[in-house]
């Protein structure tokens, strides 16, 4: 199990952001070995279905380049333009498959990883012009892995091509004795047959390194407990820094609250437990607004600044509890509870002018059943 500088294990997946973060520094699994058999494969298709018009042209550019007058062998400019005419046949015969090979090429490699490029894997970094982090890589795991490979492929490789030639050496030494357009024909043969074996040989490195390069990209990324605890605290961010600011949050909300109880005009209490402000303006407001509320403690301070600044208060406990748990701060008090409210302001504004009032029931005021709470 792979472990952190620190002895920690790594033993978590790697998660999405390690990933992407991976990518962004052009960390993605790569497989050499995936391109050089795609290439090879490729070759051998395009040599398969193309080869012989390739060969025939190339019998055509050796016959015009043998093949001219005494004019041109001492004149200078006709035979420059000769040479010239002959490698410009020779570029259009050969480029299609130089094409072919450079789209394999660009292609193959993001099969695994995907494409990407990343600035960060190019930009240059002092630890790969240190001598002693190079000498350190060169006798790395990593790299006497790579050299195993290596071995192993050559050897592999060798072993298919010496196969091959074993039962084709008869075919090789008859090119020699061959017409001359029949030895072309049949050596193309040969070199398409040869890149086949060789890409049977290359299928199977192939075969074996791909899900050994996506194990190890994986292995590279994996992640100790604490560093995805760390990643976590991140993106979520610190519990204890959002608690904190949540709670001054609450206080500056809280201290906004209690400078509006001032402007109520009634404190409807619970008596104790709950104590909510309403104001009402019947020039300014349609219906009655709710400027502060509280339960307990916060009550308590709510009633305290109500008698410091001579607002009624009025204990009616059904309705500060149905307004404490359905009404909204500093939204108007909910449409069922009109009636009720209306009752109580009533009574503050005969309270005010003439001193005098009728008798209220608060302990019955008509608030529906589904907005009664005990």
Same mark, same amino acid.
């Given at each position: 199990?792979?472990?952190?500088?620190?002895?920690?294990?790594?033993?978590?997946?790697?998660?999405?952001?390690?990933?992407?973060?991976?990518?962004?520094?052009?960390?993605?699994?790569?497989?050499?070995?995936?391109?050089?058999?795609?290439?090879?494969?490729?070759?051998?298709?395009?040599?398969?279905?193309?080869?012989?018009?390739?060969?025939?042209?190339?019998?055509?550019?050796?016959?015009?380049?043998?093949?001219?007058?005494?004019?041109?062998?001492?004149?200078?400019?006709?035979?420059?333009?000769?040479?010239?005419?002959?490698?410009?046949?020779?570029?259009?015969?050969?480029?299609?498959?130089?094409?072919?090979?450079?789209?394999?090429?660009?292609?193959?490699?993001?099969?695994?990883?995907?494409?990407?490029?990343?600035?960060?894997?190019?930009?240059?970094?002092?630890?790969?012009?240190?001598?002693?982090?190079?000498?350190?890589?060169?006798?790395?795991?990593?790299?006497?892995?790579?050299?195993?490979?290596?071995?192993?492929?050559?050897?592999?490789?060798?072993?298919?091509?010496?196969?091959?030639?074993?039962?084709?050496?008869?075919?090789?030494?008859?090119?020699?004795?061959?017409?001359?357009?029949?030895?072309?024909?049949?050596?193309?043969?040969?070199?398409?047959?040869?890149?086949?074996?060789?890409?049977?040989?290359?299928?199977?490195?192939?075969?074996?390194?791909?899900?050994?390069?996506?194990?190890?990209?994986?292995?590279?990324?994996?992640?100790?407990?604490?560093?995805?605890?760390?990643?976590?605290?991140?993106?979520?961010?610190?519990?204890?820094?959002?608690?904190?600011?949540?709670?001054?949050?609450?206080?500056?909300?809280?201290? $906004?609250?209690?400078?509006?109880?001032? @402007?109520? /005009?009634?404190? %409807?209490?619970?008596?104790?437990?709950? &104590? =909510? #402000?309403?104001?009402?303006?019947?020039?300014?407001?349609?219906?009655?607004?709710?400027?502060?509320?509280?339960?307990?403690?916060?009550?308590?301070?709510?009633?305290?600044?109500?008698?410091?600044?001579?607002?009624?208060?009025?204990?009616?406990?059904?309705?500060? $509890?149905?307004?404490?748990?359905?009404? @909204?701060? /500093?939204?108007? %008090?909910?449409?069922?509870?009109?009636? &009720? =409210? #209306?009752?109580?302001?009533?009574?503050?504004?005969?309270?005010?002018?003439?001193?005098?009032?009728?008798?209220?029931?608060?302990?019955?005021?008509?608030?529906?059943?589904?907005?009664?709470?005990?």
């Amino acid at each position: 199990m792979a472990e952190n500088a620190d002895g920690s294990e790594k033993s978590e997946e790697p998660t999405q952001k390690k990933l992407d973060d991976a990518r962004d520094k052009g960390q993605v699994p790569r497989s050499k070995e995936l391109t050089t058999l795609l290439m090879t494969l490729s070759a051998a298709i395009f040599l398969l279905m193309y080869g012989g018009v390739m060969m025939q042209g190339f019998m055509n550019l050796a016959t015009q380049g043998l093949s001219f007058n005494r004019d041109v062998a001492f004149d200078e400019l006709k035979l420059f333009d000769l040479i010239i005419a002959i490698v410009l046949d020779g570029i259009y015969l050969i480029a299609p498959f130089v094409l072919v090979m450079v789209i394999v090429a660009l292609i193959s490699p993001t099969l695994l990883g995907g494409w990407s490029f990343s600035a960060k894997a190019i930009a240059p970094k002092a630890s790969k012009l240190n001598p002693a982090s190079g000498i350190k890589r060169m006798f790395s795991a990593n790299a006497l892995l790579e050299l195993f490979k290596a071995l192993a492929k050559f050897s592999l490789v060798i072993s298919m091509a010496s196969y091959f030639l074993y039962f084709a050496f008869d075919e090789v030494l008859g090119l020699g004795v061959e017409p001359l357009q029949f030895a072309m024909a049949h050596s193309g043969s040969l070199i398409v047959q040869a890149f086949i074996f060789v890409s049977l040989s290359l299928l199977v490195i192939a075969i074996i390194d791909v899900p050994f390069q996506l194990w190890q990209h994986n292995k590279q990324l994996k992640m100790t407990k604490q560093e995805v605890k760390e990643e976590h605290k991140q993106q979520e961010g610190n519990p204890e820094v959002k608690g904190r600011i949540r709670q001054v949050q609450r206080e500056m909300s809280q201290r $906004r609250m209690m400078q509006k109880v001032p @402007e109520a /005009d009634v404190i %409807i209490t619970n008596p104790t437990h709950f &104590a =909510v #402000a309403l104001q009402y303006d019947p020039e300014s407001m349609r219906e009655p607004l709710v400027v502060a509320m509280g339960s307990d403690f916060m009550a308590a301070q709510i009633r305290t600044i109500a008698k410091d600044n001579n607002i009624t208060i009025v204990e009616a406990p059904p309705l500060a $509890r149905a307004l404490y748990y359905n009404a @909204e701060l /500093d939204r108007p %008090i909910p449409y069922d509870l009109f009636k &009720a =409210v #209306a009752s109580v302001l009533a009574y503050v504004y005969q309270l005010k002018e003439s001193g005098k009032t009728d008798d209220v029931d608060f302990a019955n005021l008509p608030i529906p059943d589904d907005m009664k709470t005990e």
